[in-house]
């Protein structure tokens, strides 16, 4: 099956009808619970996310909490990659 959707692989892949490589933040409860990694050296390609916006001096408050909020989930991120 191709999709776009992570949650579609996930279960897919949980309810064992199939395997996808997953972002860790996708499927880390689902480690935790016992999902198997059937390739487990296996890493994908590290990706990176950027915020881009005009200029600082008259940043929204709504936009830097946003800019915030991605910045502390993908620290969550790195710890579990680690």
Known sequence: MVSNSAETLRH???TGRGVFLAPSFVVFND???GL???MPDVNAVE???NAVYPNRSHLPTKVRLF???LADRFA???KWMT
């Open 36 to 38: 198997a990694r059937i």
């Open 31 to 33: 480690l935790a619970a």
């Open 47 to 49: 990706f990176t996310i």
């Open 76 to 78: 969550e991120h790195r």
């Open 12 to 14: 897919l892949a949980v």
């Open 67 to 69: 800019i915030d909020l």
